[in-house]
């Protein structure tokens, strides 16, 4: 058992939680499946990586930011104005940020962080401790949180989560889907962008490949938070996406910590969703099961 | 005030499942107008009511809500003039949102959408006071998320929401026929005040000819696109359920029990 090592997976949640954060917007709040996230991670890791060589390392957040917005933009328009179906919207535009984001690190699959100060490395030179990557992710994510809370609670955020939940309805309230749809995967491919940007200085690199399977790593952190830690207020929700995604850290550096091979890794996580996500069936077919035995048991001691 | 002038819709234009669903229809609505639309299955009740409210684009004709014409104005845009109720309960309220939170989205209809608060400090009070109207106990409740209200307290709620703000003409597609009978007068009784109490033009469509007889100004019977019937004032108080049937009943359909009995 190493402190460090899990200490180092905490500060991985909390910086993928952001992530997370935006998968919960567009899977549940919008109640869209939305695959962009895999680019528009990659997407943000990538200007983030280009405007840190060339010296701004705190500029590449907001424009990841905006960059991540574009894509989700891009996807709502694929679906709303061409009627593309809502996955296969977020696929062309995942497929499409492939090149995109080859193009922006200058056609290099990846780019190495090095030799110049990070926005991690830089606050760790003014507080000097071996708290400081924690303490910095931790802010961040609470001033994401705390936004997006505020959001959500607006009257724009209102119709948001309602077109998610009754399209109809809004509809026949008099509220332009369209725009709500575009707003909502704006923003929560924004937020999955700015989480791609602080994991490649956070881990020094961005890499091409490094979005593969995002989504189901969004999706695994706020299922396992669901599953835990409830969803009846929006409060609660938002807290346990958050708790959901340091648990996946955590659970898949306890797999690695007991010998699992790093290549497993994406077995591994597509593995802990699909346990997730079949919770509700498994739990029907358990209670059918012993309702069937039940009564068979029943059964005979009628014949008796 | 309601205008429907000359409308046509026809489903599936130049395949073998084509489909007149309304033919030609003209029909025009007072202020405080109440009708009930009665019809057999397929008689395009619901496609003239999704006509107005802007679900289908029109081929031909036009619509007017009071000097507005709206014919080709998007749902949402001309949702702001018009309250809806559907006939499956579920359609009209955001399950995983809370009464006030619903009601406070139904309030702020054509309103701009801006960064304020989603629940103004007035409104509270104000949305106490419609919900007490109910009497279903919802102003007690309001906290709680809509998912958990039965199907006929969320039809309740939506008939107020699709009100809250005064529509110029309130659509009802069988807004009762999924409820409970005892719930379903209730839902009724409390279409009759709201109606009365804003005098608002409404249109409602129902298989329950009694009620059709009943409640509203006035009642019209389709058949295939188009008005077969339209009863007012002496000559509609004087109709009555077995009559409907005897003259109309066997050769437009509408001979089945449910009409009769539901």
Known sequence: MNLL???????????????????FISFRSLNMPDLTVDGSFVLGAAVSAILYTKGHPFLGMPLALVAGCLAGCITALIHTKLKIQ????????????????LRVMGNKPNIPLINKPTVFSIVNDFFVSGFSDLVLSFIILIIVVFVLFLFLKTKLGFVIRATGDNEHMVKALGVNTDFTKTLGLAIANGLVALSGALIAQYQSYSDIGMGVGMVIIG?????IGEVLFGARSLFRRLTAVILGAILYRLVIAIALDLGMPPTDLKLISAFIVAVAL??????????????????????????? | MLIIDNLSKTFGKGTINENLAIDNLSLFLEEGEFVTIIGGNGAGKSTLLNCISGVYEVDKGRIMLDDIDVTFKPEYKRS?????????????????????????IAYDK????????GIGKKYHKLFRERLSLLELGLEDRMKQKVGLLSGGQRQALTLLMSTIVKPKVLLLDEHTAAL??????????????????????????THNMKAALEHGTRTIMMLDGRIVL????????????????????NKNGLYNDRMILG
Request: net charge positive.
């Open chain 2, 180 to 205: 409970d009978p005892s719930i379903a007068k209730k839902v009724l009784e409390l279409t009759n005040e709201i109606v009365k109490e804003y005098n608002l033009c409404t249109i409602m469509i």
């Open chain 1, 278 to 304: 079949a919770m509700p069936a498994v739990k029907e077919y358990i209670l059918s099961f012993r309702k069937r035995m039940s009564s068979s048991a029943g059964g005979k001691g009628g014949e008796a």
């Open chain 2, 230 to 249: 339209d009863l007012k004032g002496k000559e509609r108080k004087d109709m009555t359920v077995e009559r409907l049937v005897e003259q109309f009943g």
């Open chain 2, 80 to 104: 702001k003039f018009i309250g809806r109720v559907f006939q499956d309960p579920l359609r009209g309220t955001a399950h995983d949102m809370t009464i006030e939170e619903n009601l406070s």
């Open chain 1, 219 to 223: 999706l695994a952190s706020v299922i």
């Open chain 1, 5 to 23: 090592y899990y200490q180092g997976s905490i500060e991985l949640g909390i910086i993928y939680a952001i992530m997370a954060l935006g998968v």
């Open chain 2, 110 to 117: 054509g309103k701009p959408k801006g960064l304020k608060p």
């Open chain 1, 86 to 101: 809502p996955l296969l919207s977020g696929i062309l535009t995942m497929l499409a940020l492939y090149s995109v984001n």
